[in-house]
């Protein structure tokens, strides 16, 4: 299913042992931690673009104290993913949601990101899944209609690129930010749905939204890991132990 990303090429790539390759002969080898690495140097906007591997690892500790689950159980009831499911994650981060939905109901999962600290920790964590290094942005590398499922989970969205890599009548379950997320640290944010929901008038009829909240009392390492993750600069004043709160807006669509 994977496309090789070099520009104007675009044919299937073979896994070869440690590397896939296309009729071209532009071959891409496989990390050790099993990821692989096709994001092209012009797709990049600095060295080292996406999470750090500071941010990545902040995160993944936020998701496994357990702050994260009722977010992860609302994304799977609204997404109802099946084993028989092909799912991509666009902006997979270091897999958390993609991962574990694949191990609970057995699907097919692909994750993708720009951040190869990101990539590498999802491999390493969830070999079940196919990872892939690669900016969403311009160039989802899998053929036409290959998803029945796509996850975009407060990651950028490239509309046309999702419509294009899921099959007819498949679902598109899109995740952002709600106004009370973080309230504590960052204010009210804006509602985001009108413009998510703009975002994708082309070829999506909206299916369902809901909204998830949930709250957890956090010690002052926590909360740095939060502030980590975010990209907030830690405040000048020590952080103490706080309660925060975390929502997701959640807005399934239908491929039409």
Request: net charge neutral; aromatic share 6%; charged share 25%.
């Amino acid at each position: 299913m994977l496309l090789c990303p070099v520009r104007g090429c675009h044919l299937h790539l073979t896994r070869e042992d440690r590397r896939v390759v296309c009729p071209r002969g532009h071959s891409f080898d496989i990390a050790k931690s099993g990821y692989i690495n096709l994001l092209q140097p012009q797709d990049r906007r600095s060295r080292r673009p996406g999470d750090s591997a500071e941010a990545v690892a902040a995160r993944r500790r936020l998701h496994d104290s357990g702050v994260t689950e009722p977010l992860l159980e609302a994304i799977s009831a609204l997404a109802a993913p099946a084993a028989s499911d092909v799912v991509l994650d666009e902006g997979c981060g270091e897999g958390f949601f993609l991962g574990r939905l694949a191990a609970e109901h057995g699907f097919a999962g692909h994750g993708i990101d720009i951040s190869i600290p990101a990539v590498d920790a999802a491999a390493r964590r969830y070999p079940g899944c196919e990872w892939i290094v690669g900016n969403a942005d311009r160039f989802v590398p899998y053929a036409d209609g290959t998803f029945s499922l796509a996850l975009s989970v407060t990651a950028r969205m490239n509309a046309a690129e999702l419509r294009r890599v899921l099959a007819s009548g498949g679902r598109l379950m899109v995740a952002v930010p709600a106004p009370e997320d973080l309230v504590e640290l960052r204010g009210v944010g804006r509602d985001r749905v009108a413009r998510t929901l703009e975002a994708f008038t082309d070829g999506f009829t909206l299916t369902d939204h809901r909204r998830a909240i949930t709250a957890a009392d956090l010690d002052a390492a926590a909360v740095r890991e939060v502030l980590t993750s975010i990209y907030r600069p830690l405040r000048a004043e020590p952080v103490g132990p706080m309660r925060l709160t975390f929502g997701l807006d959640l807005l399934l669509f239908r491929r039409d």
